[in-house]
């Protein structure tokens, strides 16, 4: 094995072999079969290299020009070797053959590790076995079941023992091994085997368990569970680097830096009750304080969950952070884990890598918070889809960070320009031509732009970030008390919800959500609704609309100013839709166009105050 390559024949047989026994590769697969495939890719991996390793297949795959040769098709066996052999019935059964087989491989991905030096050392570990309903409505994945770290890795090629209570068995109970969990398949590029995650259900007392990537080994608590605080077992596992701040266990620096940041498993957990990260071990080998880390990402939780109206310790973390060769979507996404960032596996860090992960929310850039917004499955107006899920950075930033609001505004959309501010994302929205047309500002308007989430962070600045807080928790009482709100989750009641955060501010906050472009569905009906809840007209909203009609630049050089200093260049007619607006503007912004915005803003005074300033 191992000396020659395969000939054309030789691996026809083998394929036929595999192609006759594919349909039983998810029932109990024989031992002939597994010999087969496993034989097939130690062959491989001796005359080709590991996969991912060797010359052919350093760079990985294009899916697209995935075909039956060699390469692929053993990839398509070490997936189905996966996916397929390793159940606690099939481990069992051919222990001998599957528990001390491994991928090559793994010494890419997931990583390398040395077995232990003691296989029947014991290590216990206390978990919460719980994942209780919080308040609220639901949020994406929360029927997942939580990940509970364990602080132990199984090292390829070899079987672990482990030990749960009674109370756990059968009760929909997992080991995972492997905390990368996403399938791939539908990336254009394999990187990784799309699936490399093995999950052993619960079924009795002692469990024993194999894989041939290896991976961190975690226990997966079913939702509605509550087992309480428990004691785990692992034998023939090597430790990873673990740090918790959970009540029940909670990792002194001390103890970090003394002994558990060098402990040899390629990879790292970090967990609180509202955060869970995982990182490899070459981020963190020389990093000193994940204490601080921790508390500075709860800080950034708790401002989340104030924001939109959920207690601060929930079922399960609020966020939950991977790294992993490839992101799991086309575009930055939401999900538990949130996997938005990558590493090289072949490339050490230095141990104290510097990257958001590990520097905490303050550093981070605002698509964590913005995907993780897009996770909240909160309540929204018409439009603000991809534009309000941007309010979480600001909240946390200004809020627990000390940021200015202005900055934290601007910083939300990941810009870096100080004169993106409130009042100048006011002009901006002035000078668009809907605004001028007295028309409500449409999706492509607020998406990914400052203005979608302006209206919110107004309102935070004229009365509390308690306001906004307020306004999502009763969305969260009437889901917990029965009551449906009228609309869908991302196209609310316009009526209603101007109401509801009316009522949340003790104000009438309609006229400042009319100004920043989303119009009463009835401004009749919504005047006889604000009028019947006895919610008085505000002097701050008034005084704040009359500000901002006299901040309309005047002429055609006064526009040309803003626009410079807003784009900081002159605006391109090739830009998006409002660079490409503000650029047709260049030339024809004057003094009648200017009057015409003003004229327009007096009219949205007059429909709310129509007495003057109250």
């Excluded at 590769?25 to 290299?49: H, M, N």
């Excluded at 206390?126 to 309903?133: H, N, P, T, Y």
């Excluded at 020389?286 to 990402?297: E, M, Q």
């Excluded at 993106?420 to 607020?446: C, D, H, Q, Y």
Aim: net charge negative; hydrophobic share 40%; proline share 6%.
């Amino acid at each position: 094995m191992g000396k020659t390559l395969l000939s054309e024949a030789e691996f026809a047989g083998w394929k036929e072999l595999l192609d006759e026994r594919k349909a039983g590769f998810g029932d109990q697969p024989d031992a002939k079969l597994i010999s087969a495939a496993l034989e097939l890719v130690a062959d491989y991996e001796a005359i080709e290299g590991p996969m991912f390793i060797g010359e052919a297949t350093n760079s990985g795959f294009q899916r697209k020009n995935m075909k039956v040769d060699l390469h692929s098709a053993v990839l398509v066996v070490m997936q189905a070797i996966v996916d397929h052999f390793y159940t606690s019935e099939t481990l069992m059964g051919h222990e001998a053959l599957l528990g001390s087989f491994s991928f090559k491989s793994a010494d890419y991905f997931p990583g390398a590790v040395e077995p232990p030096s003691d296989p029947e050392r014991v290590h216990a570990v206390v978990i919460s076995a719980s994942c209780l309903k919080t308040f609220g409505h639901p949020v994406i994945n929360d029927s997942k079941p939580a990940r509970k770290p364990t602080g132990t890795y199984l090292v390829p090629g070899t079987v672990a023992t482990i030990w749960v209570p009674e109370s756990m068995v059968g009760m929909g109970y997992e080991i995972r091994i492997g905390a990368h969990s996403w399938d791939m398949s539908s990336r254009p590029r394999i990187k990784r085997l799309d699936r490399c995650s093995i999950v052993y259900p619960i079924n009795r007392p002692e469990m024993k368990v194999s894989s041939p990537l290896g991976g961190g080994i975690y226990i997966e608590v079913p939702d509605q569970a509550d087992a309480g605080v428990v004691q785990i077992r692992i034998k023939n596992a090597v430790r990873s680097p673990y740090f918790s701040s959970k009540p029940f266990h909670q990792t002194s620096l001390a103890e970090w830096k003394a002994v558990e940041r060098n402990h040899p498993a390629p990879w790292a957990d970090f967990q609180s009750e509202k955060m869970l990260i995982q990182v490899p071990t070459s981020w963190i080998y020389k990093f000193d304080d994940p204490a601080t880390l921790l508390k500075d990402w709860d800080h950034a939780m708790d401002a989340v969950s104030d924001l939109m109206g959920f207690p601060h310790v929930r079922s399960r973390e609020a966020l939950y952070l991977q790294a992993d060769v490839i992101i799991r979507s086309g575009a930055y996404s939401p999900g538990y884990p949130q996997v938005n960032a990558t590493y090289n596996p072949n490339k050490d860090y230095g141990g104290n890598h510097d990257h958001y992960f590990l520097t905490g929310p303050q550093r981070s850039p605002a698509w964590t918070l913005h995907e993780m917004g897009h996770a909240q499955l909160f309540q929204k107006l018409q439009g603000e889809t991809e534009a309000v899920v941007n309010l979480l950075y600001v909240a946390a930033m200004n809020q627990k960070f000390g940021m200015s609001l202005d900055e934290a505004f601007y910083r939300s959309r990941r810009y870096d320009n100080d004169f993106m501010t409130l009042a100048n994302t006011a002009i901006t929205w002035m000078a668009s031509e809907n605004f001028r047309l007295e028309k409500p500002m449409v999706g492509a308007e607020m998406q990914y732009q400052l203005k979608g989430h302006a209206k919110y962070v107004e309102i935070a600045r004229l009365f509390g970030w308690e306001v906004l807080n307020r306004y999502w928790y009763s969305i969260n009482e009437d889901y917990e008390a029965g009551i449906k709100l009228k609309g869908s989750r991302n196209n609310g009641n316009t009526n209603n919800l101007i109401l509801r955060m009316s009522r949340s501010a003790g104000v009438d906050v309609t006229p400042l959500i009319h100004f920043w472009g989303r119009h009463p569905d009835d401004v009749v009906a919504m005047k006889a609704s604000i009028t019947a809840a006895s919610l008085p007209p505000s002097t701050k909203i008034y005084d704040l609309l009359v500000q901002y009609q006299d901040s309309i630049p005047a002429d055609n050089e006064g526009f040309r100013a803003f626009a410079a200093s807003w784009w900081e260049k002159q605006p391109s007619s090739k830009g998006h839709m409002t660079e490409k607006y503000h650029a047709s503007l260049w030339d024809s912004w004057n003094e009648t166009y200017a009057s015409e915005i003003r004229r327009n803003m007096q009219k949205i005074i007059d429909l709310y105050f129509p007495d003057g300033r109250p």
